[in-house]
């Protein structure tokens, strides 16, 4: 099929027509990974809105942006089962929230906006940061607790940032992320940048006080603010009709419009995010509610399974999952192979499988460590361990 | 090392002659002082030991004069006595530090209630709205939850936000984002991140505001890690502590005290910053050091007229920086004197006396010749009524009691 697409697209010549086979022997990924012909898809639902006009359902895209969100989902999704193996055998403690399943969401706003515009999300933030250009040794060196992680293993699974990239993390305290976003579009409409903040929380953290005081505040000072409610369902072991009186996450803002989007639909977020965008520049905050679906339990010592059932699990899996879903795309639209697709992710499972020996060949972080970074530029003060007498340092 | 402003100490660096810029800086303020809310004694604050900063720390302030930008006019001014400076309330020192960093760097931005229109609730930021427009002093709704975690938001881009709690008791509503993100996100980030901000506002047991407007977060906030706390009590370390706050790359979060608005002093002309981490020699002595801050300065200095008429030589000193603590200072002090009189204005459990006799009975036991003794206020709430609450808060009369019994 490939094959048939790279003759009709190139002009046929004789020395064209030898050359295809020595072509699809090496690598026929090149012609198809940077053809940028428009392709027109329609989402999967219609867009519903609260206060504002809904997006168009149909959304440009083109070969290439296809088949980088195939390559970034499925190298997330990779990701998180191969930190599930590696808490379970021991090397990752504490909390690790995994995002498989939600994928959709942080590669279709990614590719809606620039690294200009800020990101800060809650504790399950590892696909986030990778989308926003993290590395996957920063990521598996900071969950082992390495000094190579992006945190200098001080930070842990909750506490990935990325500052030239503009990912703020990365945040443990339910909520609590909502007002520091608002903040950050505080000091873009301050410094005039043009650009925009997506504080992310979870339809948990909906409930909270904080975020209706941020909203307000954003909405009353017009901040370049986008809240974007990545409605899993489930605020860990809490189903939505049970924590929220008004599940419509996007209506919550009252004042503040909203949209309600196929969260698992790559080409949807992307859609959404683009507008949200060119509103918050110019009206203000706008709440996306990004309807979605985790796999995993809330975290590693959730199973996952005492409140939901298995079967909606892999209903969700078979019907609405967002790797299978631009898989599918890719395919109908001839853009690669079955055949490719599997390459690319043996790819990704080898890539992956090198940054955990790499991240493990890396050593732990020094004990004077312990004191780097508690102040900026330090103090000479000097710091005690619990005995208030050993573990004397000065910080630097 | 910390970028360390010293706003005496680096003038009398700076000129030929130290000691007598020194003195000639401190003839300045001292005998022009006149409090309107409490009587103290005009003291000169020279060093005890004698030597003017050429000590390790005034090694240090050498060390900075390249980088001293506050203090270059300060030589010339110093030496002279010519400009005794103006005179102003303490609240004004504050405004007068808020408008000139503010001028000086236009990421300086004020988020509060009623800072903006109003003026704010005691005038610190009055006149600053008009000046600097809605965009840099701004009024927020009554949610300082949110507004103090904008604010850290905003520092964490490079602004530098000065959030001002109406009265400090209401921070308790901010505590999460104070402590998790202003204080650790420095960390917690491996260094990526710095949080300029400071946190102010009024605290401290006032006239019968009620247990509520009464409280003394000083204690509470006192074990974050990666913040910095400062008290200050005159106009002139107000000043100098506000700038030197604004300055920091670290969070602070700025004590005030309710009653100590309206103190008036003459403050120099020139720009000038306190060190945030120094202690303030009130009065040297050599019988006892009273180790005190904020208002409960004002309390020590007037038992200290009644100690000297009885014959005693109180150490004074006003600690300022209360995390971290001076321990040079003090430790120089305890030193010479061997007794210590904590007197403060938290609570007895958990307060910062609490912390400062820890500090101090590990690092200099060997030097203490009876246990420190602590004048905190009562474990209570503190009560409406004016003779309750009197009760609640240490007066004059039990700290003379106090360095009698410790000087048996």
Not at chain 1, 153 to 170: A, I, L, R, V
Request: aromatic share 8%; glycine share 8%; charged share 25%.
């Amino acid at each position: 099929m490939a094959l048939s697409r790279l003759a009709s697209s190139s002009s046929s010549s004789r020395s064209a027509d030898l050359l295809k086979p020595l072509c699809s022997a090496i690598s026929l990924r090149r012609p198809i990974s940077t053809d940028t012909t428009p392709i027109t898809v329609e989402t999967s639902v219609p867009f519903t809105s609260h206060q504002c006009d809904t997006p168009s359902r149909s959304v440009q895209t083109n070969a290439k942006e296809l088949l980088t969100f195939f390559r970034d989902m499925a190298l997330m999704r990779r990701m998180e089962i191969a930190a599930d193996s590696l808490y379970k055998a021991k090397l990752i403690r504490g909390f690790c929230h995994l995002y498989d399943g939600q994928e959709a969401v942080a590669v279709g706003m990614e590719a809606s906006i620039t690294k200009k515009d800020c990101i800060i999300a809650a504790y399950r933030d590892h696909c986030t940061f990778v989308a926003r250009g993290g590395t996957l040794l920063e990521v598996f060196a900071e969950l082992m607790g390495r000094q190579a992680g992006c945190s200098r293993g001080k930070g842990g699974s909750m506490h990935f940032y990325k500052k030239d990239s503009n990912f703020y993390g990365g945040h443990g305290i339910v909520g609590a992320q909502v007002p520091l976003g608002c903040g950050l579009a505080f000091a873009q409409k301050y410094s005039k940048d043009e650009a925009v903040t997506f504080a992310l929380y979870g339809d948990g953290a909906a409930n909270q006080g904080q975020l209706f005081e941020a909203l307000n505040i954003s909405a009353l000072w017009d901040l370049p603010a986008i809240l974007v409610c990545e409605n899993n369902h489930y605020g860990m072991g809490t189903a939505e009709w049970r924590a929220a009186k008004s599940p419509a996450y996007y209506k919550r803002g009252d004042y503040a419009p909203g949209l309600k989007v196929d969260g698992m639909d790559a080409l949807a977020v992307k859609q959404a995010c683009t507008f949200a965008k060119e509103h918050a520049l110019k009206n203000g905050p706008i709440i996306l509610e990004m309807d979605t679906y985790r796999y995993h339990g809330h975290s590693m010592s959730d199973p996952g399974s005492t409140y939901r059932t298995r079967d909606e699990i892999t209903g969700v899996r078979q019907e609405r999952d967002p790797v299978e879903r631009i898989r599918k795309l890719i395919l109908s639209h001839d853009l690669a192979t079955e055949k490719e697709l599997k390459d690319i992710e043996k790819e990704i499972r080898k890539e992956v499988d090198d940054a955990i020996a790499q991240a493990k060949e890396n050593p732990l972080p020094e004990s004077s460590e312990l004191f780097t970074n508690v102040y900026a530029k330090g103090l000479g003060v000097e710091s005690f361990g619990a005995d208030r007498k050993e573990v004397r340092a000065v910080l630097p | 090392m910390a970028a360390i402003f010293q706003g005496v100490g680096a003038a009398a660096a700076l000129s030929s002659s130290p000691s007598n810029s020194f003195d000639s800086k401190k003839f300045v303020f001292s005998p022009c002082r006149s409090f309107s809310v409490r009587k103290g004694a005009s003291f000169a604050v020279v060093r005890s030991d004698g030597r003017v900063n050429l000590n390790p720390k005034g090694r240090r302030a050498q060390q900075l004069i390249s980088n001293a930008v506050a203090t270059k006019s300060d030589s010339a001014a110093a030496s002279s006595s010519s400009k005794p400076g103006h005179e102003l309330l303490l609240f004004e020192a504050l405004q007068e530090g808020l408008e000139e960093e503010m001028e000086r760097d236009p990421r300086v931005c004020v988020m509060g209630e009623d800072v903006g229109h109003y003026g704010g609730s005691y005038k610190v930021t009055k006149g600053l709205a008009k000046k600097f427009g809605d965009l840099r002093v701004l009024d927020t709704p009554i949610a300082e939850n949110s507004f103090t975690g904008m604010g850290i938001g905003a520092a964490m881009t490079g602004l530098r936000p000065v959030v001002e709690g109406m009265n400090m008791g209401f921070l308790l509503l901010a505590f999460n984002q104070i402590s998790n993100n202003c204080g650790m996100l420095h960390y917690t980030s491996g260094g990526q991140f710095t949080i300029p901000i400071v946190i102010r506002g009024p605290g401290g047991v006032g006239r019968q505001l009620g247990a509520e407007h009464s409280q003394r977060l000083e204690s509470y906030f006192q074990s974050i890690p990666g913040i910095q706390m400062v008290a200050c009590s005159t106009p002139y370390n107000a000043k100098g502590l506000m700038k030197a706050a604004i300055r920091s790359e670290n969070p602070v979060i700025f004590f005030e005290h309710v009653l100590l608005y309206n103190l008036k002093e003459r403050i120099p002309d020139e720009d000038y910053i306190c060190n945030l981490e120094e202690a303030e020699m009130v009065r040297p002595g050599e019988h006892v050091t009273i180790l005190t801050y904020s208002r409960m300065r004002y309390h020590v200095m007037q038992a200290a007229k009644t100690l000297v008429n009885k014959g005693y030589d109180p150490e004074v000193i006003d600690i300022r920086s209360l995390k971290p603590f001076d321990l040079y200072t003090i430790g120089n002090s305890v030193k010479k004197t061997h007794r210590v009189l904590i007197v403060e204005e938290c609570m007895r459990t958990g307060g910062i006396g609490a912390s400062l006799i820890a500090a101090i009975t590990e690092n200099f036991n060997d030097y203490l010749d009876a246990s420190i003794m602590c004048l905190s206020s009562q474990d209570v709430p503190t009560p409406y009524a004016g003779t309750l609450e009197e009760v609640t808060v240490v007066q004059p009369a039990q700290i003379v009691t106090a360095v009698e019994q410790l000087c048996q």
